[in-house]
């Protein structure tokens, strides 16, 4: 069966994203409450106690704030960097020995006949990581939380079926807003967030032939908003040359709503 997936919700509240194969479902990072990730995955008609897994990204709150609770109340397996695991401690409680599983940077795990690949962004993070899956030639990336692309995980990425890719605020709504200088700074930085025109330039780099679906993701609450990002990235792709709507679309995501289930 092929891949399906759905970005459950996305913002600079929370982050959880779904996919599965018929066999195997996963849940990658778990923002919210666990009764918020219960309702989200009633959005969607998928039942949270049937996961085969948590993949985590990175330790900050919008991505592990429901880890511990669903991983308790599911007896869930949780997948995280040996770094990941250490930060995460003190902020998701106890969770059995036996549910603690360590993936690291630039590996690979197979899940019959689903391959999740590891991949090590640039975030002030202990060693964040996002995920590409593979299955039957099909491939799904999920990069955010991202300061720049380098041209290694551009490798990594390139030419994938759909992309949920971080455009994360436009820059003079963030110089201009109430953010502290310093916080300002930070998600300016190499290790911060990458913003609208950022996001499309990288995904210049790496949108192929077999690109369908572009999802926007990791928008930030005070500094973007949907109908500018998307102005932004289709603006900035086509002064590269590349025409949305004609091979590929770009679609929006919500911090509170998740996107329609979708196969690949």
Not at 158 to 166: G, L, P, V
Not at 206 to 213: A, C, F, S
Request: no cysteine; charged share 20%; net charge negative.
């Amino acid at each position: 069966m092929s891949l399906q997936f759905s970005v459950l919700a996305s913002g600079s509240t929370g982050n959880a994203f779904f996919v599965e194969d018929g066999q195997h479902s996963f849940l990658v990072d778990a923002g919210f409450s666990g009764k918020q990730m219960e309702a989200l995955f009633q959005q969607i008609d998928r039942d949270i106690s049937k996961l085969s897994g948590v993949f985590v990204t990175h330790e900050h709150s919008d991505h592990i704030k429901g880890i511990g609770v669903i991983a308790r109340k599911y007896n869930l397996p949780i997948y995280a960097n040996e770094k990941t695991w250490r930060a995460m401690e003190g902020h998701i409680g106890e969770i059995p020995t036996e549910q603690k599983f360590i993936f690291n940077m630039e590996n690979v795990k197979s899940f019959g006949s689903m391959d999740i690949e590891s991949f090590g962004v640039s975030h002030d993070a202990a060693e964040p990581m996002f995920y590409v899956f593979h299955n039957s030639g099909k491939k799904i990336v999920l990069i955010t939380d991202t300061g720049y692309v380098s041209d290694r995980v551009k490798g990594i990425i390139s030419n994938a079926d759909i992309y949920i890719f971080e455009s994360n605020h436009d820059v003079q709504m963030l110089r201009m807003g109430r953010y502290p200088w310093n916080i300002k700074q930070r998600i300016l930085s190499d290790v911060g967030h990458v913003s609208n025109e950022d996001a499309a330039i990288a995904m210049s780099d790496v949108i192929g032939d077999n690109t369908k679906r572009v999802y926007l993701a990791h928008l930030s609450l005070d500094n973007n908003m949907k109908e500018l990002a998307r102005m932004s990235v289709t603006q900035t792709l086509a002064g590269r040359g590349i025409i949305v709507g004609e091979q590929f679309e770009v679609y929006d995501t919500d911090p509170k709503t998740p996107t329609v289930l979708t196969a690949v």
